[in-house]
């Protein structure tokens, strides 16, 4: 029986994925640079820093950019981005999630937060979901981000429970990868052709369930 489910944020539980995108993509204008959905998709997962150096690539004079103007720039979109999650309401918790969640606290299994996301607790507090959680990692203190295993096994370190008795749930391929390297049970929302590697897969987040997650879980 698991003892702890981690969840990503963006795309697992809500989509700030569309937040995060207008964000740069004001940025990105002040910059001289356009950027477009399709773009935003590399952006998806990965930290502040590297989703800037991205948008900076695709100028080469930017590149020769200070790591102090550089920083500015991140704290910019990031002043932008907390203007518009403030728009955030239970409303856009996703399909079955919040269910989920009442599910698995019922059956006294714990649950974690595992969000490259600076602004998760904010944004899990906008939701409303704030009380499910027994843990949030705290993204400032991961040095490794995803694909590392790191953001993963900070929680379950956090309660002391083994990495094989926990079950991590994820949108994105680097986060399926963190979690199986971390020696736990992935679940992958999405298509098999991103996250083929999860050792379970449902297209959408409507298809969650419990009972048959760690069902899948027992027999693996
Ligand atoms: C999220 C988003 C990323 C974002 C990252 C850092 O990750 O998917 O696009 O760059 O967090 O966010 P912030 O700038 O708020 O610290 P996740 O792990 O929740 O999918
Ligand atoms: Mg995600």
Redesign the pocket.
């Known amino acids: 029986y698991p003892k702890l489910f981690i969840f990503?944020?963006?795309?697992v539980i809500t989509d700030?994925?569309e937040y995060?995108y207008l964000a740069w993509k004001q940025l990105a204008q002040s910059l001289g640079v356009t950027i477009d959905r399709q773009f935003n998709e590399k952006?998806?997962?990965?930290?502040?820093m590297d989703?800037l150096e991205k948008i900076l690539a695709l100028k080469p004079e930017l590149l020769t950019m200070s790591m102090e103007e550089k920083q500015q720039l991140a704290t910019q979109k990031?002043e932008y981005?907390k203007t518009l999650i403030n728009q955030i309401t239970p409303k856009d918790i996703l399909p079955g999630i919040e269910k989920l969640l009442k599910e698995i606290q019922e059956n006294k299994i714990k649950i974690a937060l595992g969000?490259?996301?600076?602004?998760?607790p904010v944004v899990i507090d906008r939701l409303g979901l704030t009380n499910y959680f027994d843990y949030m990692v705290d993204?400032a203190k991961v040095k490794r981000g995803?694909p590392d295993p790191e953001t993963f096994t900070v929680a379950a370190d956090y309660f002391g429970f083994a990495y094989a008795d926990c079950i991590g749930v994820e949108d994105?391929a680097a986060?399926i990868e963190a979690i199986n390297r971390a020696g736990m049970f992935s679940v992958g929302i999405g298509d098999s052709e991103h996250l083929h590697e999860a050792d379970y897969l449902v297209s959408d987040t409507s298809q969650l369930n419990m009972d048959k997650i760690i069902e899948k879980f027992a027999s693996k």
């Open positions: 990503d944020l963006d795309g700030t994925a995060h952006l998806k997962g990965i930290s502040r989703s990031n981005y969000s490259a996301s600076k602004n998760a993204a995803k994105s986060g």
